[in-house]
């Protein structure tokens, strides 16, 4: 049995545990159905009085838990959400208390016990693989507010004290790609691709580095395949796995197996520079190659071969959440933000980007804020051939339809992405 089976099968046993001891405190909670747990947990949002009050009276303290540090891109770009948080709120030093480097295990709930004894009074996690542990500790301190980022247990779990988060990153995934695609399309139009950057379909072959094939993941890699699609029709994307939300190496290995595939634009969903670090030594070395980061700006490794980098602005959340529960005011169960609220963002511009490339994202940009335009909208896309026009099979919230209108309704059902829909023209190279 491979390592990823038997994680899947722990993660399941654990869910299944949590949501018994959900049951335990809410003793019709069995017979919900998922549709009506997660409309319960919209209508009864969190009471945050506790937290009012240790403001009030000095005494709030605020528990953060990382599975990185500031040498890990997802987690510096939460630190710094942090720490404008505490600028924008008022906040001291010594309220809130940081925990490093925390593995995806029972040392998260470990550690989240701690901050609980240590007084935190809203304790929050990072990694989604933190959550199972967040709600273990969350059950045993009901008057302790616990908020798992990225995770889907807050509408489900049974417990009135857990928070989730995320922010509609696949919003600048998808302005990101239309950025390479802008690329690409110049690229065409300058006659710098190979043979070897074609598939025997015509098709032009573009990459991107995963780290697990999770709806977080997935979800992302398709706005930005759409949103390169948008520029340039004939394109085929491969995706390729590492298992790891943080491995230089193996994210570099990746990149360059894409590259060695004729992938002539890497993007990523993955925590380190690895990969444009590749990208750029293979543009140095003659190939002619781009990139798309995440998390944070990419120029510093990659100064002519990184585009663009997709940003959370996770201050944004922090700073609401936080602030939220400091006036004593109802926190909603999910909580997300996107260009409408300022939650995320493409990085500045490459030198190699092409000409109109900051003009088109503009446009795309102001659709999306308007509702004029919506990243999974289903007429773009088909499985199977087929266009799809209802999905109700989503993992762990089977039956709650996601399409209607036209479109996947991305984190508006919970936070965290829920679109794990494996469209036409995208290739896992390794999920298994």
């Known amino acids: 049995m491979g390592k990823k089976l038997i994680a899947l099968l722990l993660a399941l046993v654990l869910v299944f545990a949590l949501a018994a001891c959900g049951a335990e405190q809410n003793d019709d909670s069995a017979d919900k159905t998922v549709a009506e747990k997660v409309e319960e947990a919209a209508e009864n949002p969190v009471d945050t009085s506790k937290v009012k009050e240790a403001a009030d009276n000095g005494t709030l303290k605020i528990g953060v838990i990382l599975v990185g540090d500031e040498n890990e891109g997802y987690t510096y770009a939460h630190i710094e959400g942090i720490e404008e948080a505490k600028a924008n709120l008022g906040l001291t ?61 807050a509408a489900t779990c049974g417990l009135d004290n857990v928070v989730n988060y995320f922010t509609s990153i696949y919003q600048s995934r998808y302005v990101s790609g239309v950025v390479a695609g802008m690329k690409l399309a110049e690229m065409i139009e300058n006659n710098e691709l190979t043979d070897a950057n074609y598939n025997d379909d015509g098709t032009i ?14 979800s992302g890699y398709t706005a930005f395949f759409l949103g390169v699609q948008s520029i340039v029709e004939n394109v085929a994307m491969e995706v390729s796995y590492t298992s790891s ?30 990969a444009p670090s590749a990208v750029q030594a293979a543009q140095d070395a003659g190939s002619n190659v781009y990139c798309v980061g995440y998390n944070v700006d990419m120029l510093s490794v990659a100064p002519t071969a990184a585009l663009t980098s997709a940003q959370n602005c996770w201050g944004v959340l922090y700073t609401n959440m936080i602030g939220t529960a400091m006036k004593g005011e109802d926190l ?38 308007n509702g004029s335009f919506n990243v999974f909208d289903t007429s773009t896309f088909t499985v199977g051939g087929e ?32 679109f794990e829909l494996r469209i036409d023209g995208i290739t896992e190279l390794n999920n298994n």
């Not at 072959?205 to 997935?218: D, M, N, Q, S």
């Not at 190699?352 to 795309?364: L, N, P, W």
């Not at 309704?409 to 936070?415: A, D, G, L, V």
């Open 205 to 218: 072959k573009i990459g991107y580095v995963g780290a697990y094939p999770y709806a977080e993941v997935v």
């Open 332 to 369: 909603a169960k999910n909580n997300t933000v996107g260009f409408n609220e300022d939650g995320v963002k493409i990085s500045a511009l490459g030198p190699s980007c092409a000409a109109g490339t900051a003009e088109k994202v503009a446009e795309v940009e102001a659709a999306i804020k």
């Open 245 to 274: 939300w943080f491995d230089i190496t193996a994210e570099a290995e990746a990149a360059n197996t894409l590259m060695s595939r004729g992938c002539c634009i890497i993007s990523q969903h993955a925590d380190s520079t690895g």
């Open 387 to 418: 266009t799809v026009d209802s999905y109700t099979n989503c993992y762990g919230f089977d039956g709650i339809e996601t399409i209607w209108d036209g479109y996947f309704h991305e984190s508006e059902i919970i936070s965290a992405p829920l």
């Open 93 to 153: 030093n010594d309220q809130v208390i940081y925990k490093y480097s925390i593995p995806e295990d029972e040392t998260c709930y470990d550690t989240a016990v701690d901050l609980a004894e240590q007084g935190c009074q809203m304790i929050f996690s990072n990694s989604f693989s933190h959550e199972s542990y967040m709600v273990q500790a969350a059950e045993e301190y009901p008057d302790i507010i616990f908020l798992p980022a990225t995770g889907n247990m």
